[in-house]
């Protein structure tokens, strides 16, 4: 699992370093991983209907493949990303606006 998780966050980190601009635009459900993958990307845009959660702590995990060092940078509210990591808890479209994560919102 090491190496698995080495790979996955080496892979997150090629986004992050792109020479180009990576758009991430979210649709349905962001949960876990895909929450480490957005915060890699320059620009994150989402739908009305998105959920976001940081789920690893329901599973015995901890969040170690970006987003514990990328997500306080995006919000700038290190207690916000405490209480999301630690809680597992879903937020939706417009918490994600209020708190930086997305830079917009679309209409489906």
Same mark, same amino acid.
């Given at each position: 699992?090491?190496?698995?998780?080495?790979?996955?966050?080496?892979?997150?980190?090629?986004?992050? +370093?792109?020479?180009?601009?990576?758009? @991430?635009?979210? %649709?349905? +459900?962001?949960?876990?991983? =895909?929450?480490?993958?957005?915060? @890699?990307?320059?620009?994150?845009?989402?739908?009305?209907?998105?959920?976001?959660?940081?789920? *690893?702590?329901?599973? =015995?995990?901890?969040?170690?493949?970006?987003?514990?060092?990328?997500?306080?940078?995006?919000? =700038?509210? +290190?207690?916000?990303?405490? *209480?999301?990591?630690?809680?597992?808890?879903?937020? %939706?479209?417009? *918490?994600?606006? =209020?708190?930086?994560?997305?830079?917009?919102?679309?209409?489906?």
């Amino acid at each position: 699992t090491t190496l698995f998780r080495s790979a996955m966050q080496d892979c997150f980190t090629a986004l992050e +370093q792109c020479s180009v601009p990576v758009v @991430a635009a979210i %649709h349905g +459900q962001c949960i876990g991983a =895909g929450i480490d993958l957005i915060c @890699a990307t320059d620009v994150r845009l989402c739908s009305s209907e998105a959920v976001f959660s940081v789920r *690893e702590v329901a599973l =015995g995990l901890a969040a170690d493949v970006g987003t514990l060092q990328r997500l306080p940078k995006i919000t =700038g509210n +290190q207690s916000l990303v405490h *209480e999301l990591c630690l809680s597992g808890r879903d937020f %939706h479209a417009m *918490e994600a606006l =209020g708190i930086g994560l997305v830079s917009r919102i679309s209409e489906n």
